[in-house]
C-alpha cells in the first residue's frame, strides 16, 4: 500500500479511504508513516494474515491476531508519545 503513495502525499493525507487487501505490514505504515492521517475509512477492506517478523519489534516470526494486534498497535504509538 505504501508504494502508491509519493513521501509528500503520505504526511500530507488527512483523509484516506482503502479498498482492496491491507496487512500489518500496511498497518503499520499507516500508523508510523502518515502523520496527518484524522479520518480513515476500512470498511471495504479485507484485512489479510500477516506471518513474519518484519511488524514492531518482533525477533521471530509469529501469527498475528487481528483484535488484539489492532488495538496493540495503535495504543502502543499513542502511549508511547505521552
Known sequence: MRTQFTDEEVVSI???????????????????????????DLMNV???LYVGKKV????KPMCILW???LHML???KRTSNI
Not at 488527512?14 to 480513515?40: M, V
Open 67 to 69: 483484535n488484539a494486534y
Open 14 to 40: 488527512t483523509h484516506l479511504t482503502l479498498t482492496g487487501s491491507i496487512n500489518a505490514i500496511d498497518f503499520k505504515a499507516l500508523r508510523d508513516e502518515f502523520s496527518a492521517l484524522e479520518y480513515l
Open 56 to 59: 514492531l519489534f518482533l525477533k
Open 46 to 48: 479485507s484485512i489479510k
Open 74 to 76: 495503535f495504543v502502543i
